[in-house]
Every structure is written in C-alpha cells, then in structure tokens.
C-alpha cells in the first residue's frame, strides 16, 4: 500500500537505503539533497519502503503545488525493481488531492501513461566513460576538434582549485544575468549544495583559465558512484572565443576515460546545449515531465504569477 508522509515522519535512513539500491538510482532523490533543495519536502512511500516518490511542494496564496527544484533534474518514482505502469499510475493517482497542480520531473525509469495527467518528453544526454580515451575521442565532432585545438593554441589552462563563488559569479554575471531565472535564494542552494559535496569528497570545481589567468569557464562536477553529474557549469563571453569550455569537458572525460560510470550533462531540450553535448559524442535519454492540473481557471492565473513572483 502506497502511504502519503509529511516531512516529519519520514525515515531518512530507510528512504536513502531505498535510492541506494534503486536501478533508477539519482543524486537528486537523497534526503540530504532535498533538504537543501526543498526544505520540508514530503512523500509518498509504498509498504516498508520498497517504492519511494519524493513530493517536492510550495504553498503560495493558500494554493499548495508541487514544482521541480532547481538542481534537480529527475527525481519521480524510484525502485530497487523494475517498475511497471501499474506501479506508476498508482503513486500518480495517490498524490495528495491537496496538490491541485502539479508540474514536475519524473525520471527515465517512469513509463508514465496517466491518463488524468499531461506527460511530455524531455531530454538529457550522457556519455558511458568505460572506454579508452582514444575511442571516446571518436564521438567527437569535427567542430569539438577544433575549438580544443584552438584553446591549447591560445594557452588556455585548467586547474581543480576553484573557488565555489567564483563559480557562481562566473555564472550571475553571464547567463544568470541574461536568463534572470535563479535568484538569491538559488545561488545560495547551489551554494550549500557544492559545499556539501566538496566537503565530503563527492566532486570538485574545475576552472578554465585564459592565457592573462582570467577564469573564462568553469563547472562542478558531482560524483555519486556510477554517474558523474555537470551539475552547475558558467562561461564567460571569452570561452565562446577561445574554446576554455570545450577543453574542460574534454579533460574531464580524459581523466575519467575506462571508468565504469556515466557522464551525466543534465540536459538538452534547449536546441544549442544539445547540439554541444551531442558534439562530446553524448547520447540522448528521455525522461517524462508530468503537468496536472485540477484548479479552476480563476485559481490557475493567480498561480500562475505567484510563481513568476516567487522570492
């Protein structure tokens, strides 16, 4: 039997002993990552933990919803086993009927075919590690080639000691700025998020950096076991020119070649991002997005700018 759990009664250690052994297994559904993500997340938990759905939810204009955190790519419904449609229609159809409107990620484990939810496509790329660097390097495009050329003749470099906020500004200061999504509070998630990971030896921050030792590109990556997440990555307008960005990935996947894990790009819909990491050989993986609404029309709008007025 599926059981709905507010914060408060979940047991954290049988929930993380759950991920752990789950085929679908992602960073983002532990419950040290929640919490950092979603303070007061709650769940839906089948049995003595055999099948764990996390509910990621906000209250806004006394409308409770749940929404996809940033820095959470995938998260849904995750199982030691392979789950069936049946599985998954039935947490779908025990999300809380307090959550009126729903607009989250599954992952690449759920087949979903609900029919009183609107599911859609989206993608992710990655790249399997487990061969030789010279058979990776065959994926590449010609144009992946020659921007990594480009920046050893411009004398770009690279280095593992970054710190988290240059990161972060690196990022505000370029497409944060330009997009205008994240705001304070975000910065300050990824923030806790990379520090939690560096302090525990789960990742590091690698930098680009030009010929005059400024930091045109950078990214953290996060490891969990088998996967290698390029969680949050920044470029300055110079990288576009001399090929920093391109040179660090291809350093990454030259440290990491014949090991038995995944690079995990954390995206693609976005046409240009995945034409670039298609350019590193990567493949793509669907998840389902999930979309349910039974609010009012009136009640719809008024959500609709809470969200786009969220602090």
Known sequence: MIHYLKHTGIDKHRWDDCIDRSFNRRIYAYSWYLDLVCPGWEALVEDDYIRVFPLTWRRKWGINYLFQPFFTQQLGIFSPEALTVTHINGFIRTIPHKFRFAEINLNSGNNVTIADGVATLRYNHEICLDQNYEMLCVGYSQNTRRNIRKAVELEVCLGKVVRTDDLISLFRENFGKKEGKLRDADYETIRKIISFCLSRKMGYVMGAYSDAG????????????????????????????????????????????????????????????????????????????LRINHLPGLAELVLYFTRKLRP
Not at 233 to 255: H, K, Q, T, V
Request: glycine share 6%; charged share 20%.
């Open 214 to 289: 400024i930091l045109c590109a950078a990214a953290f990556f996060l490891f969990d076991r088998d996967r290698a997440y390029f969680l949050f990555a920044a470029s300055s307008p110079e990288a576009r020119e001399n090929g920093a960005m391109f040179m660090l990935i291809d350093r990454f996947i030259a440290d990491n070649a014949q090991k038995q894990f995944m690079l995990d790009f954390e995206g693609g819909n976005d046409p240009n991002l995945g034409r670039f990491y298609k350019s590193f050989g990567a493949t793509v993986v669907s998840y389902p997005a």
